[in-house]
């Protein structure tokens, strides 16, 4: 069980590029969840998706964000554009169905964004 | 609403000793289910322990013990033997499930130090 990988660890952009964050989850889990965390605002989600399917977006702060999951092993999260107060570490977490627990999380990528 | 309270921005504890760290919840939900992770200054969330709200039983998992008290919605961290590695931030979460949500809300973290 090689656990939730996200890449890039960390990622460094000027202010107005695109940015898309990666995510595999781990085989057989049915849900994926992005997380962002600031010292501002702490840990907070942003979308999760059932089986590929986006269920729960509404913590995407706006349209400059996207999440796609094409597929049971990979998900993307794009910002374009990218400003700086889209700084933050986040998270990429999966979860098996049947389980009540079970969150594992990625190792987060850290955006840096100036 | 949902909402975890974690009223310790930091503790500090003694290689070797028990140290408690702080979580209260709201929610209005019967079943519901509550997290602690560990977060590491290399930045990864590690699960330490889950109790759900129908569980019997305090949760344990080798020196970590969650001390859940129901009828006052608090589900406290317990660390026993403190070693120099638990050196970290701590964040109590809680499983939200209402509609089509099905999230964890975290609180604020308390960072502990353990020193020698």
């Known amino acids: 069980d090689a656990g939730v990988i996200q890449s890039p660890r960390h990622e460094v952009t000027e202010m107005g590029q695109e940015v898309t964050l990666r995510c595999k989850p781990i085989s057989g889990h049915d849900y994926l969840f992005w997380y962002r965390q600031t010292m501002m605002r702490g840990l907070e989600l942003l979308i999760y998706?059932?089986?590929?399917?986006?269920?729960?977006d509404s913590g995407m702060p706006e349209d400059r964000f996207s999440a796609k999951m094409p597929n049971a092993s990979f998900s993307t999260l794009k910002i374009q554009p990218s400003e700086p107060r889209d700084s933050a570490v986040y998270f990429c977490a999966s979860r098996r169905k049947q389980t009540n627990y079970g969150y594992t999380f990625g190792s987060g990528t850290r955006l840096t964004v100036v | 609403a949902q909402k975890i309270t974690q009223t310790q921005p930091g503790m500090f504890v003694q290689e070797k000793e028990a140290v408690t760290l702080d979580c209260t919840y709201d929610t209005s939900d019967p079943s519901y289910g509550l997290f602690w992770y560990k977060q590491p200054s290399s930045g990864e969330m590690i699960f330490l322990i889950y109790q759900g709200s129908y569980d019997q039983q305090n949760a344990t998992e080798g020196r970590y013990s969650l001390n859940f008290q129901k009828a006052r919605k608090s589900a406290n961290l317990v660390i026993s033997a403190s070693q120099l590695g638990d050196s970290a931030m701590y964040f109590c979460a809680m499983r939200v499930l209402w509609g089509n949500t099905d999230k964890l809300i975290f609180g604020t973290g308390t960072r502990l130090q353990v020193f020698p």
């Open positions: 998706f059932n089986n590929n399917v986006p269920i729960d």
